[in-house]
């Protein structure tokens, strides 16, 4: 059994520009950092974990929103790694509660 599976080449391919219009009005994407840096691994109380995930999760408060949650997640990391975590997408979404 092959161990990678083969990609499709998608340059020249062009975009559906209705469907992104479509999608972006039913999510919201978080991302650890942004499009030109590079995601942080991190050695934190005793072992090795995404620097974005672990100060994500422990951001978390149960009643926040998207936008409370990204933001307590970006407060810890700043000045700490060289990368700022993105939320994106609709923003009704991202300043309602989190469904969890």
């Known amino acids: 059994m092959p161990r990678f599976v083969e990609t499709q080449d998608v340059r020249g391919m062009k975009k559906r520009a209705s469907f992104l219009r479509d999608v972006s009005d ?36 149960p009643g926040m929103t998207y936008a409370e949650w990204i933001y307590m997640t970006q407060r810890e990391m700043v000045g700490v790694y060289e990368q700022t975590p993105l939320l994106i997408g609709n923003e009704q979404i991202i300043n309602s509660r989190v469904l969890i």
Do not use: H, K
């Open 26 to 61: 039913r999510f919201v994407m978080f991302a650890g950092c942004q499009e030109e840096q590079t995601a942080a691994d991190a050695y934190i109380n005793g072992s090795y974990n995404g620097a974005f995930t672990y100060f994500w999760i422990d951001a978390f408060e």
